[in-house]
């Protein structure tokens, strides 16, 4: 190998991107994706909706499934929401910690609440008689608050500390790992 193959074969670390949360980075140019957020915001509020109205208009709620139903619908409302906010092209610092705590939420209670749903199976399945009575609509609806009061906790620091960029310039309270490199 000639010393020009080498020299190109050789990086920099500092020519390289390590910051995989780049919620706001409004850098790139990419017509389509909003396109892409406001029809998936479109199907998921259709959808979600539809769900929420045939869990309150038709089942009345009775039983803990639909109670757990109810709230992953609510879950993925949440989470559709946040998608116009991505698509939004004017994002400053605020508008950042908004889209990260609505998603955070909405990620957070999603997947609690499929867990919640695959425990409730499970007793209803394997424990069927000796989880009559913990199997309740007034359960469903106590778990589902402490859900909604966790996924809330769990989002409130990802919305909180800014770590994204916006516009080019890095909100951190920590150094970069180039700063790192360039000071040692």
């Given at each position: 190998?000639?010393?020009?193959?080498?020299?190109?074969?050789?990086?920099?670390?500092?020519?390289?991107?390590?910051?995989?949360?780049?919620?706001?980075?409004t850098s790139e140019d990419n017509s389509a994706?909003?396109?892409?957020?406001?029809?998936?915001?479109?199907?998921?509020?259709?959808?979600?909706?539809?769900?929420?109205?045939?869990?309150?208009?038709?089942?009345?709620?009775?039983?803990?499934?639909?109670?757990?139903?109810l709230n992953l619908a609510a879950s993925d409302?949440?989470?559709?929401?946040?998608?116009?906010?991505?698509?939004?092209?004017?994002?400053?610092?605020?508008?950042?910690?908004?889209?990260?705590?609505?998603?955070?939420?909405?990620?957070?209670?999603?997947?609690?609440?499929?867990?919640?749903?695959?425990?409730?199976?499970?007793?209803?399945?394997?424990?069927?008689?000796?989880?009559?009575?913990?199997?309740?609509?007034?359960?469903?609806?106590?778990?589902?608050?402490?859900?909604?009061?966790?996924?809330?906790?769990?989002?409130?620091?990802?919305?909180?500390?800014?770590?994204d960029r916006v516009r080019g310039s890095v909100?951190?309270?920590?150094?970069?790992?180039?700063?790192?490199?360039?000071?040692?």
């Open positions: 190998m000639s010393s020009s193959e080498n020299e190109a074969v050789k990086t920099n670390s500092s020519d390289y991107s390590y910051d995989y949360n780049d919620t706001c980075n994706q909003p396109a892409l957020l406001y029809i998936l915001f479109s199907f998921g509020v259709l959808g979600n909706v539809t769900v929420m109205w045939v869990l309150l208009r038709l089942i009345k709620m009775k039983t803990m499934t639909d109670v757990c139903l409302l949440v989470m559709a929401a946040s998608l116009p906010l991505l698509a939004t092209s004017s994002l400053n610092l605020v508008s950042c910690k908004v889209i990260r705590g609505v998603y955070q939420l909405g990620l957070y209670s999603g997947t609690l609440f499929v867990a919640f749903m695959s425990v409730d199976r499970y007793l209803a399945i394997v424990h069927a008689v000796a989880a009559m009575t913990t199997r309740s609509l007034r359960y469903g609806i106590i778990i589902s608050i402490i859900i909604w009061i966790i996924s809330t906790a769990m989002a409130i620091p990802e919305a909180l500390v800014p770590r909100y951190s309270q920590t150094t970069s790992l180039d700063e790192r490199s360039t000071a040692v």
